[in-house]
């Protein structure tokens, strides 16, 4: 079971996003909530010969048009894209 997990740093580039800088908290937030979720989901279904300890993590770049999506379909698109990540990692 994935038991700890550590962000040291988690960056986020933001590109034309003028208008709605108001709305980066409450989509960070949800999708943090998401990954831990899905963490705890992972960490029970997870084989006990797999990799625990992940020491860095790149996950794949997410675009979306912030004046056509809402805040939930953002922080569901940035979760996907750390877990995909995670899982690329810990399950091969």
């Known amino acids: 079971m994935l038991t700890e997990l550590s962000?040291?740093?988690l960056t986020l580039r933001i590109a034309n996003a003028a208008?709605?800088?108001h709305r980066v908290h409450t989509i960070t937030t949800r999708a943090a909530a998401l990954i831990g979720e899905e963490l705890v989901a992972l960490g029970r279904t997870l084989p006990?010969?797999?990799p625990r300890?992940?020491?860095?993590?790149?996950?794949?770049p997410i675009?979306?048009?912030l004046a056509r999506t809402d805040d939930e379909t953002?922080?569901?698109?940035l979760a996907a894209s750390v877990i995909d990540a995670v899982r690329l990692r810990v399950e091969g």
């Open 74 to 77: 953002c922080a569901r698109l």
């Open 19 to 21: 208008g709605h800088e």
């Open 48 to 50: 006990a010969d797999r």
């Open 7 to 9: 962000i040291d740093r």
């Open 53 to 60: 300890h992940i020491p860095s993590l790149q996950p794949g």
């Open 63 to 65: 675009g979306v048009d």
